[in-house]
């Protein structure tokens, strides 16, 4: 099995050789089931989520009114709650088209973003690997792969010119640490 360098990366993460898996159109990956993908909302499950979230947004902007006259008629308290209320409002449709958004992602066959935040996550964790450090059976989980780290180019060795700026720069770290240590 041949070694390969590189930086761990999501598929289809930024900087990753490879598409996301799932995405259609690619090989192996899941395909967009035909027919309409947006049929799910008007399923029954789906309707009373929507009709919850109408019935909590007007509650809520409702209960914002209220505190709003209680404020006027000298509760101060009220006042924060006021302007508290419709931005759980504002939270709920948010959470609601976030919720849709994912649901429409996982019909098509794509990766959600809690999928991709937990990729990303485990990424930064094997990046953390000492180097060389091999994985169990020598295979990377399923949806990563190795983005090739830069290589030095070879002439870069022989310039002289690099060379000397980087003697430069040793001459200067040891030159600051003979100062740490009091010797300078």
Not at 147 to 153: A, G, I, K, N, S
Not at 154 to 161: C, L, T, V
């Amino acid at each position: 099995m041949p070694l390969v360098e590189g930086q761990i990366v999501p598929s289809g993460a930024p900087g990753s050789d490879l598409p996301e898996s799932g995405t259609p159109g690619t090989d192996g990956a899941a395909q967009v089931p035909p027919g309409r993908v947006w049929t799910f909302l008007f399923k029954p499950k789906w309707l009373a989520w929507h009709l919850f979230v109408a019935v909590a947004f007007c509650g809520m902007l409702w209960l914002g009114w209220w505190q709003y006259h209680r404020a006027v008629g000298g509760n101060g308290l009220s006042w924060a709650y006021t302007f508290e209320w419709p931005l759980f409002a504002g939270f709920a449709v948010v959470f609601w088209a976030r919720t849709i958004r994912d649901e429409f992602l996982l019909k098509r066959g794509a990766l959600t973003e809690a999928q991709l935040v937990t990729r990303a996550a485990y990424a930064r964790m094997l990046a953390s690997l000492p180097a060389g450090a091999m994985l169990p059976a020598g295979e990377l989980p399923e949806g990563f792969t190795v983005r090739q780290v830069e290589q030095p180019l070879a002439s870069d060795a022989d310039d002289p010119e690099l060379a000397s700026y980087n003697a430069y720069l040793a001459k200067l770290n040891a030159k600051d640490n003979r100062k740490a240590l009091g010797a300078g």
